[in-house]
């Protein structure tokens, strides 16, 4: 496919992704559009950042009320087969995939089961200094836990081959033959681990698997229809899906799109799309689905030490806004909400290469929309 052809395919598909954003992203029946000149820029916005990190497609929400809602997408989905991005498509989420876990057990703390304070050696006690890691500390990043996501071995096999099965006991093995990044609560260092410990304690507690939990505390209760968690061995994408895409040193891509889910389990296995993902980024920063208490301890955030952002029990504060990212090979996402503006940005690409185009994407957006919000 020519130069030329891609460029009349990414309008074609441009046009697509507003017209079936006016009927599907929205809450309101008759959703009001932004400007023709407001849509144009952010569309030429994404089609920049596409062509700067060499990514193949993107979908973008953005639900600004009194200005405007807009659902876009762009690129494309399979490049073997030249299917474009389609709004609804389904992507991996990655990380985003924390803040459901992190949900369930702000769930079973307002249920009395365990306190942030409970330490880790109740549930896993032979974790290095378990006796000294919270449950706050594995929430927000402070254990001090190596992340296995940095393992050598872990990095290879799971390039190498992708729907290669884990154990959280395999993962957790892979991080505590580190040395850990610092002493429980002494500082901030992000850790997949600690994600992958809390789900090993969610199933603990309950008696059921972390996906029965998410699925009927989470996904039932908001009617998130099209996100799931899949079980260890289900590989394949559900339903009308992007692929991902991972750069090869040697040039061209890999096509990564079937992962095991159990290589990123609590920590990022979850599948999902735009029009979800508006809604629960929008009831993870109103704390739709726990006390008002625990939702004040979920937004007492620190440092992480670049500056701008802060993190939570399972959320991320950019600037003023509240949501999270996530990146895995083949996949990248950010969802944010502004609660002063009741704003929601959540954008999506299926290519992850240098540096991150949706977080770009969304900072020039609201740049446009909301520069008074603008913190970077």
Not at 48 to 59: A, F, K, L, Q
Not at 349 to 372: M, S
Request: net charge negative; proline share 6%; aromatic share 8%.
């Amino acid at each position: 496919m020519d130069n030329t052809n891609v460029a009349r395919l990414l309008i074609m598909v441009g046009m697509t992704g507003m017209l079936l954003g006016m009927l599907t992203g929205c809450h309101d029946a008759s959703p009001p559009s932004f400007p023709a000149e407001t849509i144009w820029q952010m569309q030429s916005i994404v089609t920049e950042e596409m062509t700067e990190h060499n990514v193949h497609g993107v979908i973008a929400g953005v639900w600004v009320p009194g200005q405007g809602e807009w659902v876009y997408a762009g690129g494309l989905a399979d490049t073997q087969t030249a299917t474009p991005m389609a709004i609804m498509d389904k992507v991996r989420i990655a990380s985003i995939t924390k803040s459901f876990t992190a949900t369930v057990v702000l769930q079973l703390i307002d249920e009395g089961l365990l306190t942030l304070e409970t330490p880790l050696s109740t549930f896993i006690p032979d974790v290095p200094q378990a006796e000294h890691i919270t449950i706050r500390q594995l929430l927000n990043h402070t254990s001090g836990l190596f992340t296995y996501t940095a393992d050598a071995t872990f990095t290879s096999t799971l390039l190498a081959e992708p729907t290669t099965e884990w154990t959280p006991r395999q993962l957790v093995d892979l991080a505590i033959a580190h040395p850990a990044n610092n002493a429980p609560g002494e500082g901030y260092a992000y850790s997949n681990t600690n994600y992958i410990l809390l789900g090993m304690i969610i199933e603990q507690l309950t008696g059921r698997t972390v996906e029965e939990e998410v699925q009927t505390r989470i996904f039932d209760r908001l009617g998130m229809s099209a996100s799931s968690f899949p079980r260890t061995g289900d590989c394949a994408m559900p339903g009308a899906h992007s692929h991902g895409y991972w750069p090869l040193q040697e040039g061209g891509f890999l096509d990564i799109t079937e992962i095991d889910p159990s290589s990123h389990w609590t920590s990022g296995a979850i599948i999902s799309n735009v029009i979800d993902l508006r809604t629960w980024v929008e009831a993870l920063a109103t704390g739709q689905l726990i006390s008002p208490a625990m939702q004040q301890e979920r937004l007492t955030c620190r440092d992480t030490g670049d500056g701008i952002t802060r993190y939570g029990l399972g959320i991320l504060q950019y600037g003023e806004f509240l949501g999270h990212d996530g990146t895995l090979p083949g996949f990248d996402s950010v969802m944010y909400y502004l609660p002063s503006r009741h704003a929601t940005f959540v954008i999506l690409a299926n290519t992850v290469g240098a540096g991150h185009a949706p977080k770009d994407i969304f900072k020039r957006i609201v740049a446009i929309l909301l520069p008074d919000a603008v913190a970077w």
